[in-house]
């Protein structure tokens, strides 16, 4: 008798083993393929996002080209900005400055933020302020910022109206106004100092 209690009780042992054996290498196979059958390895294995991110949309070159070109043009702005907030001979030219300082660093800052959610890439890092020189500064300075206004306001435009990504076109067409504000206070200024 004592013999059958040593057999049943060694064949239980090694039936314990042989199924741990299966269940480990079962959830190992499942892991290494990534999401296996098991619903609930499926869910831990599945990619996830969190809460506040959003999923980044592929642009058209277009976009992106005006992203970099309007976020290198905004900067530019403000550095010139700073600029004539220091150089220029008028208070009208002084405030002219800090208004662009002003402005093209909240437009900036929102160009930033819709180009991070839409996976778009630039550094405006190493923009500088233009040389306009000492000589008749004001009057430079108020007549790059119109020439600059005007380029930029039809390049708004066009990609109000044509852009391929629907939130960059609304925001185009959100900074128009501003853009025109401000051709309007630099030709008013120019009338002045002529």
Known sequence: MKRKLISVSAIAAVAMTVITICVIGSVHAQTDSGIGSNPHIRAQSAPTTSPGTTTIVKMSQKDVNFIQKAAGGGQQEVENGKMAE????????????????ADHTRIGKELAALANRKGVNFNTSSVKAQNIGTADFDRMYLKLLEEVHRKDIAEFETEAKSGDDKELKAWASKTIPTLRQHLTMVGDAVKKTR
């Open 86 to 101: 220091k150089q220029g001979k008028s208070a009208e030219v002084k405030s002219i400055g800090a208004r662009m300082v």
